[in-house]
């Protein structure tokens, strides 16, 4: 059976848990390809676990009049649920919010007095460049040395790292699931309004709020 066929009985509710057992073990090579540049903050088995709910909810939004594979869908649902994990449980990161926000102001803070200047800026400089009190660093330093894991790199390269992946409101899932949401609501309307309207009312529609054409000139057509 072919990964569709397999989300198709699972959705159909036939024998959901042993479908959905062949659907992991069939995928397993792929989905640890896709969490491998993860397994530096946790287990393996913790982030295989964590991927097979990314893959039930993949299963639960996939729509096969897509025609996009299931597996390239169900990508994105494995890394974010992987992410997330990380985020809120994994033993890297678990940080306040406030202090992953600081932590980012004073790098980047760093960042542009080293490009500026060509040295190592000085605490007096960083606070200025923060607007905060430079009795205030020494605390960021300290809350600092406990997510340095942070910066450990996912890439053989050494081009990405964890916190690369963490968007700059440090909220990871937000934007990926409504995303995907407006996609998988997208395609529920479409399909509505293939469903009740003729061929020549549903080109018209499409013509104007797809492809972005004005009313006139459609009319003109």
């Not at 072919?2 to 024998?15: D, L, M, P």
């Not at 905060?132 to 894991?149: P, W, Y």
Request: aromatic share 10%.
């Amino acid at each position: 059976m072919t990964n569709e066929q397999i989300v198709s009985e699972i959705r159909n509710g036939y024998s959901v848990t042993d479908y959905m057992q062949l659907l992991y073990e069939s995928n397993l090579p792929l989905i640890k390809k896709f969490i491998k540049p993860y397994a530096a903050y946790e287990p393996m088995e913790d982030l295989g676990q964590e991927s097979y709910f990314g893959l039930w909810e993949a299963v639960q939004h996939y729509e096969t009049s897509a025609n996009v594979r299931f597996m390239t869908y169900a990508e994105y649902w494995i890394r974010q649920s992987v992410q997330r994990y990380l985020e809120k449980c994994g033993s890297t990161v678990r940080i306040p919010s406030h202090t992953r926000q600081k932590i980012a102001r004073y790098k980047k803070a760093v960042q542009e007095l080293e490009q500026e200047s060509g040295r190592a800026p000085t605490d007096n400089e960083i606070a200025d460049k923060m607007r905060v009190l430079v009795g205030l660093l020494q605390e960021l330093k300290i809350q600092m040395q406990g997510v340095a894991s942070l910066d450990t790199p996912l890439a053989d390269d050494n081009s990405l790292t964890l916190s690369d992946t963490i968007q700059a409101d440090f909220s990871l899932e937000d934007e990926t699931i409504d995303k995907m949401y407006a996609e998988h609501s997208k395609s529920q309307l479409w399909c509505i309004v293939e469903r009740y309207t003729s061929d020549r009312e549903n080109s018209i529609i499409k013509e104007i709020f797809i492809n972005n054409r004005t009313m006139a000139a459609v009319a003109r057509e």
